[in-house]
């Protein structure tokens, strides 16, 4: 897995997780909480297939929590 894909599947993870946009996190709780979730709910596979759900019913809410997550993690460009 490449880094680019190594970042994206945090980033997914940290979406599905049931930490609120309101919590600001360090990265490293990010990743930790991003790393749980991926664990627990079948891997970089299932997490990005209802990421893709989530940005097909709801994009208006899906763009900032992608935004969040990816921030939390250290990863907005």
Known sequence: ????????????GLFMSS???SQELS???A???ALRTLRKDG?????????AAEFGDSPETALPRMRWAREAL???A
């Open 1 to 12: 897995m490449t880094r680019e894909e190594q970042a994206a599947a945090l980033a997914e």
């Open 19 to 21: 930490v609120p946009t």
């Open 27 to 29: 990265p490293r709780d």
């Open 31 to 33: 990743r930790q909480a």
């Open 43 to 51: 891997g970089p596979r299932h997490c990005a297939a209802e990421v």
């Open 74 to 76: 250290g990863l907005a």
